[in-house]
């Protein structure tokens, strides 16, 4: 799955916990979706896909991110939940789509549903990023206020870099959608791809006025 609607879906999970375990604040979406995309991270890596620094390497392994989170968990309880959970549903929708090391670091052997690698259930997979993309769309309009990605003071400088990474980019993304970096971006993935990215960056915009 795409990062972007990784990072919809890091927020869409944290909007859902958040209203269930009523725990307070902080509210903070643009976290939200930067940890539900940050696993990724290793997506540029030079090692091989599936080995300990490679994509789907220790940021891709739960036990891993859970001791990473386990400070954060202690030190702030049930407000940092929604936060953690926003992490983790970066791995249960790898399982989903593709595959994830599911008992890294004992072992990197990946395990999944595969939905996105067969033809058969390829257009199932489609379907469950355009859900997430329009319930993600639904919910950042619905919770400007409550759980906001208008990006605050703090983010600006962040923001900025964002941008002008994204122009810089645009003579590559030809090149990049085309590509096989690790992970296949086809036609149908494009979509969703762009929609992602404009929900992200346009919803910053528009909530804020």
Same mark, same amino acid.
């Given at each position: ?11 869409? +999970?944290?909007?859902?916990?958040? &209203?269930?375990?009523? /725990?307070?604040? @902080?509210?903070?979406?643009? #976290? *939200?979706?930067? !940890? ?69 670091? +004992?072992?990197?052997?990946?395990? &999944?549903?595969?939905? /996105?690698?067969? @033809?058969?259930?390829?257009? #199932? *997979?489609?379907? !469950? ?79 804020? /006025?």
């Amino acid at each position: 799955m795409i990062g972007p609607v990784h990072a919809l879906a890091g927020y869409l +999970v944290a909007y859902v916990a958040l &209203g269930r375990l009523k /725990s307070g604040r @902080p509210r903070d979406g643009v #976290l *939200a979706a930067i !940890l539900g995309a940050a696993p990724d991270i290793d997506y540029v890596s030079p090692f091989p896909f599936g080995t300990p620094f490679g994509h789907h390497g220790v940021t891709h392994s739960p036990l891993l991110l859970m001791l990473v989170s386990a400070p954060a968990l202690v030190k702030y309880r049930l407000k940092a939940v929604p936060y953690f959970l926003a992490l983790m549903s970066h791995i249960v929708l790898d399982f989903v789509d593709n595959t994830a090391p599911l008992l890294a670091p +004992v072992s990197w052997e990946e395990f &999944g549903l595969r939905l /996105s690698l067969s @033809p058969s259930s390829m257009p #199932l *997979a489609h379907f !469950l990023q355009l859900l997430i993309t329009v319930a993600s769309a639904y919910a950042i309009i619905r919770g400007w206020k409550s759980f906001p990605v208008s990006l605050p003071e703090k983010y600006d400088k962040l923001a900025t870099l964002i941008l002008i990474s994204f122009v810089l980019a645009i003579p590559f993304l030809p090149w990049f959608m085309q590509g096989d970096l690790q992970v296949f971006l086809n036609s149908s993935t494009e979509t969703y791809f762009i929609i992602s990215i404009t929900l992200i960056i346009s919803s910053s915009k528009y909530l804020s /006025s």
